[in-house]
């Protein structure tokens, strides 16, 4: 007993300050503690950033498609191509017959279920198309869409959360093999962990083993700096203790595998197993193997040092560690363990973030969608942005613009570009280029770039005078003569021709064709500037139109997106249709917030523009864009008009197929001559990105239409007249007037056939 009394004497003054000091300090700051643990993890939540996915590929039989853009499509999608194309995510291809294994994924109407999808491309188009596995032919199926950006926050944090239950089981019992074999029996520290490690450690001279809990390095993670003091392991140790006193193992693991940083691209960390399985493999993490789910879960003890892409051996190494694991805690077979170890790295070379892959394009989303929701939310909520975007046309796009910029020579060299895609029939931006450094962020051309248009004016000149199909038609004459006109400043105003020529009393179709300046003044004089400016304000671009005469020559500042937003007028066959670049929005649970669908207009003026669209279909034969038939595009009939400013500042062409406009601009930013033409700038982009993109030969429907021939001087007559063309008309508008040719007729009976000069129709 004295030895008792001996030894509390000694040791009575430490106990009574030590219980002093917990009751005093550590009782109140573990209640301080516990409120924070229960301030975040009741409410445990992280900035989600936006993610932004081009459209997804609608696949359907007699749809315009090559090898060449299904390519291109599937690699945006992070496709890959394996022989049997079994596992979603992949594709094959023999010849012309493809085989592809969709993702399960979230779209604005639903769900779409993993299928394997077999298509034969044929002529340009999709021949075929069937379920890979029954046969069964389809009427179309969807590929899910590729990511294309992220709206990131202020954290800067790549994250996708997921339930427990969606992640793989051997990622789940993996983790715990590796990382915390006792996870389900402590209580938060393991002592006996922890003192294995610091022997492992001791005996090795260096740090080879941890002993921290999954528990405590999710509290590192949520909590905690990086320092390595000892307030920061006593925090560390009461905030595991309290964790996993007021929650379930379900819940601290769940928080676990969506927090653990697993790598960085720049600024952005990629935290959570379900962003990294997307970051290094481009893959859904519920369709990793077990290769790949030992490289996931051997990175977590050192993302850099065992990031397979800059330390891919050591990654290798450490992947097949973890492989032994899972082995020896019965998560795997012998033979899945061999087989599996001898795989190499299948780190995806374009599994990246994507972000600002296309900086014009998505400037645009940004500006539609701050209509509706702000920066915060579109950055921080996990909203699913799905947009218009077309991979294969964006890409191809680019290629044109660099193809026709190189062979311009060294006017190529001084100039810039821009480029703007879209439906024909549904005003869906498709692609959209600000700059000749597609990739490079800045000044967006295609939409803040205003420049004058020039003649890409003259067919809404001409569509004017057409809705009154009683006073005008294709074949009224105009007066190509010279002009000279007072203006309000002082000083004669004289146009000219391109060609310094006048040429006197000519068809409105072939002033429109040839692109005659002073017949197209002399029209719309008779129309009435105002009311031509009254129908391009209607489009509601918000720019400055000016009143005067040059109007009619173009003397308009747009963009090319403006200019899109005219042409898609005549490309929807006389329907208004606004640009859209989003088709809706869903919330981090796949629920649908917002739609953008789009009501065309009722199509006033169809008939004029049916037959404006006829004339610029004969800018593609025998006018200023007939480099598009010696091209060899003749076969899609195609409709468009190039456009050229004073001094040839500015080189524009606008066309349209039956599926594509596409819009193009070349220019210089000092607005210094460029020594070009809309049919040596403008249109060379437009020929080069015609050439590889899959679209339809434009058919104009005939409804409100018919036909008659014609002569020079615009009167009815017969086909076999020398001269004779046939032109369309507004129903029960057709020349009244006619005009007999007898020795022609004549001559046709006698030899057959149609006399020099008659053109047939096109």
């Known amino acids: 007993m004295s030895a008792l009394r001996t030894i ?138 590729a990511r294309i950006a992220t709206l990131y926050g202020a954290q800067q944090e790549d994250r996708r959360v997921v339930q427990l239950g969606e992640m793989p089981p051997l990622l789940v019992g993996g983790l715990q093999a590796v990382e915390d074999r006792e996870f389900k ?32 390095q999710l509290v590192k993670n949520l909590f905690l700096d990086r320092s390595q003091t000892l307030m920061r392991k006593l925090n560390e140790a009461l905030l595991s203790l309290l964790i996993e006193a007021r929650y379930e193992k379900r819940r601290i693991l769940e928080a676990y595998v ?47 040092l065992y990031d397979p892409r800059r330390n891919p051996e050591r990654a290798l190494a450490r992947r097949n560690v973890v492989l032994g694991v899972f082995r020896d805690t019965g ?29 014009a394009f998505l400037d645009l989303v940004r500006r539609q969608l701050k209509q509706d929701y702000p920066d915060t939310e579109l950055s921080t909520a996990g909203l699913a942005i799905h947009t218009t975007l077309s991979p294969s046309a964006q890409t191809m796009a680019e290629t044109a613009i660099d193809r026709a910029l190189s062979g311009m020579g060294k006017r190529g060299e001084e100039v810039e570009a821009a480029l703007v895609v879209t439906g024909a029939r549904d005003g869906e931006v498709q692609a959209m280029i600000g700059g000749r450094e597609v990739d490079e962020p800045g000044f967006n051309r295609a939409l803040d770039a205003l420049r004058p248009i020039g003649s890409l004016v003259k067919p809404f000149v001409n569509l004017v005078a057409l809705a009154q199909p009683q006073r005008y038609s294709l074949a009224t004459l105009l007066d190509d003569s010279p002009i000279d006109m007072p203006q309000p400043g002082g000083g004669r105003w004289q146009p000219q021709n391109d060609d310094r020529q006048s040429h006197g009393q000519v068809l409105l179709v072939d002033a429109l064709v ?31 139109i000016n009143p005067n005469p040059s109007m009619l020559l173009g003397a308009i500042d747009l963009s090319p997106y403006d200019v899109a937003r005219l042409y898609q007028y005549l490309a929807a066959d006389g329907h208004a249709l606004p640009l859209r670049s989003l088709r809706g929005v869903l919330d981090a649970q796949g629920r649908p917030l917002s739609r953008y669908a789009v ?48 001094t040839q500042r500015d080189a524009w062409f606008a066309g349209f197929t039956g599926s594509t406009l596409a819009v193009a601009w070349v220019g210089r930013d000092d607005n210094k001559p460029t020594g070009l033409f809309g049919s040596t700038g403008g249109l060379r982009i437009w020929i080069e990105l015609m050439r590889r993109l899959p679209t339809a030969p434009l058919v104009v429907p005939q409804d409100g239409i018919e036909r008659a021939w014609v002569s020079a001087e615009g009167r009815r007559t017969d086909p076999a007249c020398g001269g004779a063309r046939e032109l369309p008309f507004a129903s029960g508008y057709a020349p009244a007037d006619e005009e007999h040719c007898p020795l022609d007729q004549l001559r046709q009976f006698l030899g057959g056939g149609n006399p020099t000069g008659a053109e047939p129709a096109r």
């Open 514 to 544: 040839q692109s005659w300046n002073l017949a197209t003044i002399n029209l719309g004089l008779r129309i009435g500037v105002d009311r031509v400016r009254g129908f391009l304000q209607s489009f509601g671009l918000g720019r400055a």
């Open 8 to 145: 509390w004497r000694l040791l009575r003054i430490p106990f009574w300050t030590g219980l002093g000091f917990a009751v005093g300090f550590l009782v109140p700051y573990a209640f301080y503690l516990d409120r924070e643990v229960r301030s975040r993890f009741d409410d445990l939540s992280w900035e989600y950033p936006g993610r932004v996915y081009a459209r997804p590929l609608e696949l359907a039989p007699g749809l315009p498609m090559n090898g060449d853009a299904l390519l291109i499509e599937l690699a945006a999608a992070r496709y890959v191509d394996e022989p049997a194309a079994q596992a979603p995510g992949t594709f094959h291809r023999e010849g012309a017959r493809w085989t592809i294994s969709r993702r399960a994924f979230v779209y604005l109407d639903g769900r779409e279920r993993e299928k394997r999808v077999a298509l034969t491309l044929s002529g340009g188009r999709i021949g075929s198309l069937a379920d890979a596995d029954s046969g069964a032919a389809l009427a179309s199926v969807r590929i899910d869409p």
């Open 331 to 359: 998560l795997i077979d012998a033979a899945t363990f061999a087989s599996a170890s001898k795989q190499p790295i299948g780190v995806a070379a374009t599994a990246t973030l994507p972000r600002d892959r296309y900086p």
């Open 599 to 646: 009501k065309p207009g009722g199509g006033d003026y169809t008939t004029a523009t049916r037959l404006v669209t006829h004339a610029m279909q004969q800018v593609a034969i025998r006018g200023t864009a007939s480099s598009i038939v010696t091209a060899g595009l003749g076969h899609l009939n195609a409709a468009g008009k190039t456009g050229t400013s004073d």
């Open 258 to 304: 969506n927090e653990i940083f697993l790598g960085q691209q720049g600024g952005q960390a990629v935290h959570g197993f379900a962003a990294a399985s997307e970051f290094y493999f481009g893959r859904d993490v519920r369709t990793l193997g077990p290769a790949d789910t030992a490289l996931l879960v051997g990175m977590v003890q050192g993302p850099s």
């Open 185 to 216: 029996s402590h209580h938060g520290i393991n002592a006996a962990a922890i003192l294995r490690a610091a022997w492992a450690n001791l005996a090795a001279g260096r740090v080879v083993q941890g002993g921290s809990t999954l528990t405590q």
